[in-house]
Structure formats: structure tokens, C-alpha cells
């Protein structure tokens, strides 16, 4: 059973603040989904399957220096990969500042100079800020949610176009789509297979109607997938189910699986 700790409203929209057992849960509004669940004495262990699904992209990126995290939650992302990851640069973009007042105040929010938290909307800041002599991010991860839906820059393909722009040469952005709404889902994953020319795997949310989309600056990589001694080991290094992900990917990209036989 769940108790209500936190309650407020930000921009008109709830922020709920709950424990459940060990852990605590974000969610906006007592009908939506959780957006965030965290083990207050184990924070860098993924509690729910969406966020365990969009570190797949671990699966080609074992050493990513720099990553961009949009949209923070309670910020259960941004634990676990400054645990893991002992030298990435994180930077984390949240539009709502009572998300990060919240994140910060129940979510134990790490503090770390490895850590930028900028408060602006994606899309502006994609836009706006400074391009660095860093060769780009390697890893973009997109959790973009409102009270009900999805954002609406996810329907753009401007806004993954512009978000290409800030990949390195061999990156990739892993995006969480809910898949309940049949429409919404095939107007964003339309947008990002056109701004990246279809260089996008589908991989879905084990048990969950999210899909995650893997979307990358050339084309997927297929070495990836055969070697399970390689997969074995991140799985045991992450603490993460990285041969059911495998699997699916490959289940479920006929066309890039076809390269690897």
C-alpha cells in the first residue's frame, strides 16, 4: 500500500511524492503511471522496466564520456549511471522545477561535479546552448512525459533532427514511447525514423506498453549482438537483464538481425 508523503502543484500540474515498502514512487496525478520508483537504501539499482530498457544502449556504448538525460523524474536515471559509470559527464535537462525541487528534497538527488542540471525546456536547450569542442554526446536518453501524454516536441521532426545534430559520430539516442495510444506512438516514431533516415531499432518494454526506440548517427551496429560472453559480462557490470534486451532486439528487427547470420 502506498502513503502519500509530498503533494504540490507545479504549472497546474500535480506532483505526487508516495512510499510503497523500501521504495518511493513519483507519479503526476493519482491516475497516471509511475514515472519514477527508487530504493531509498539502493538508489542505483533501476526499479522499473522502461528505465532498465533505455540503458540498452549500453549494449553499444560500453564507455560513453558524455550522456544527455532528458527529462529527469525523480532522477533514478542519473543515480544509477553515476555509479556505473565512474567518469561520465551527465548532463540533465528538466523543464519543471517542481520536478527537481522534488528529486532533490525525496529523491536524494546526488550532488556531483560530474552532474549539470540545467532547468529548460529540451527543446531550448537543444537550441540554445553552446555547441562545445566536446565531439557530442554519446548517448542522448529521452524520457519526455507530461501529466497524460508525451511530449509534444516527440511529434516533431525538427526536434529530432536538432537532436541528431548534437550526437557524436558514433552515438545514439534512446527514446521511452508509450505504445497505448496507437496514433500518438506512429506520429513520433514516424518523426524520428525520418530525421534519422530509419537508422532506428525498436525494442520493447519487457511486460510494459512503453517501447523504447534506439536511433543512432549511422547504421546500427551489428557486431553487437553475437557475442554473448560480451553481453553476459555488462549484465553482471550493470546489474541489468542485457540477454533478454539482446534477444528482443533481435526478435524484433528482422532486417538488422538478418546481417549478423
Known amino acids: 500500500m502506498k502513503k502519500l508523503i509530498h503533494h504540490c502543484l507545479d504549472a497546474g500540474h500535480p506532483i505526487m511524492v508516495s512510499d510503497r515498502g523500501a521504495c518511493r514512487c513519483l507519479q503526476f496525478g493519482l491516475t497516471s503511471c509511475e514515472q519514477s520508483r527508487i530504493d531509498l537504501s539502493n538508489?542505483?539499482?533501476?526499479?522499473?522496466?522502461?528505465?532498465?530498457?533505455?540503458?540498452?544502449g549500453l549494449l553499444f556504448q560500453q564507455q560513453p564520456k558524455r550522456i544527455l538525460l532528458l527529462g529527469l523524474g525523480g532522477g533514478s536515471m542519473v543515480h544509477f549511471l553515476l555509479h556505473h559509470l565512474e567518469t561520465v559527464q551527465l548532463d540533465v535537462v528538466e523543464q519543471s522545477a517542481g520536478v527537481i525541487r522534488v528529486a532533490h528534497d525525496f529523491f536524494a538527488l546526488p550532488g556531483s561535479d560530474r552532474l549539470r542540471l540545467v532547468n529548460t525546456r529540451a527543446e531550448d536547450f537543444l537550441r540554445h546552448e553552446p555547441a562545445t569542442k566536446a565531439?557530442?554526446?554519446?548517448?542522448?536518453?529521452?524520457?519526455?512525459?507530461?501529466?497524460?501524454?508525451?511530449?509534444?516536441?516527440?511529434?516533431?521532426?525538427?526536434?529530432?533532427?536538432?537532436?541528431?545534430?548534437?550526437?557524436?559520430?558514433?552515438?545514439?539516442?534512446?527514446?521511452?514511447?508509450?505504445?497505448?495510444?496507437?496514433?500518438?506512438?506512429?506520429?513520433?516514431?514516424?518523426?524520428?525514423?525520418?530525421?534519422?533516415?530509419?537508422?532506428?531499432?525498436?525494442?520493447?518494454?519487457?511486460?510494459?506498453?512503453?517501447?523504447?526506440?534506439?536511433?543512432?548517427?549511422?547504421?546500427?551496429?551489428?557486431?553487437?549482438?553475437?557475442?554473448?560472453?560480451?553481453?553476459?559480462?555488462?549484465?553482471?557490470?550493470?546489474?541489468?537483464?542485457?540477454?533478454?534486451?539482446?534477444?528482443?532486439?533481435?526478435?524484433n528487427n528482422k532486417e538488422w538481425a538478418k546481417g549478423m547470420q
Open 135 to 251: 565531439p557530442g554526446y554519446d548517448l542522448i536518453l529521452v524520457d519526455l512525459f507530461g501529466p497524460d501524454c508525451m511530449a509534444q516536441a516527440l511529434f516533431d521532426e525538427a526536434f529530432h533532427t536538432l537532436l541528431l545534430t548534437r550526437l557524436s559520430n558514433r552515438g545514439l539516442a534512446i527514446y521511452n514511447l508509450w505504445s497505448g495510444n496507437k496514433d500518438a506512438f506512429g506520429a513520433a516514431c514516424s518523426a524520428i525514423d525520418l530525421a534519422f533516415s530509419n537508422r532506428v531499432l525498436r525494442l520493447p518494454v519487457f511486460e510494459d506498453p512503453n517501447i523504447c526506440l534506439l536511433a543512432f548517427t549511422g547504421r546500427p551496429p551489428q557486431e553487437t549482438s553475437g557475442d554473448l560472453v560480451r553481453i553476459k559480462r555488462l549484465a553482471k557490470r550493470f546489474d541489468l537483464d542485457f540477454e533478454r534486451m539482446n534477444k528482443q532486439l533481435t526478435e
Open 43 to 56: 538508489p542505483q539499482k533501476l526499479q522499473i522496466a522502461y528505465t532498465q530498457t533505455m540503458m540498452s
